[in-house]
């Protein structure tokens, strides 16, 4: 049974910092990328942070030199260090795990809200 489940959101003030989880089980993690998205009601989800099997990382230009994606391959974990964080950050943070090798497959997990706010 794939399982993603995020944990760590919560409420922030602006120019604060959140650490994201993202625990996955039932299938091989190692074969996949794995990316976290947002979304905002009423908004397409967007692209935040991916990263390979091998560790290359892809960041959002809008949240460039902000947030780090690191992923741990024997915990089957993944997870978004979020720093200084904006009002604009404010979204619901859904991890994302795409098969690597072979034909393409992708799992969604069922997210955890962000709030930055004062």
């Known amino acids: 049974q794939v399982q993603l489940v995020e944990s760590g959101g919560g409420f922030v003030q602006p120019g604060g910092s959140l650490r994201l989880s993202c625990a996955a089980s039932?299938?091989?993690?190692?074969?996949?990328?794995m990316s976290w998205y947002r979304q905002t009601p009423g908004k397409e989800r967007e692209l935040v942070a991916s990263?390979?099997?091998?560790?290359?990382?892809n960041y959002a230009n809008s949240i460039k030199g902000r947030f780090t994606v690191s992923r741990d391959n024997a915990k089957n974990t993944v997870y978004l260090q979020m720093n200084s964080l904006k009002p604009e950050d404010t979204a619901v943070y859904y991890c994302?795990?795409?098969?690597?090798?072979?034909?393409?497959?992708?799992?969604w997990g069922q997210g955890t809200q962000v709030t930055v706010s004062s």
């Open positions: 039932g299938f091989t993690f190692s074969n996949y990328a």
């Open positions: 994302n795990a795409k098969r690597f090798f072979g034909s393409t497959q992708e799992y």
């Open positions: 990263i390979t099997p091998g560790g290359s990382t």
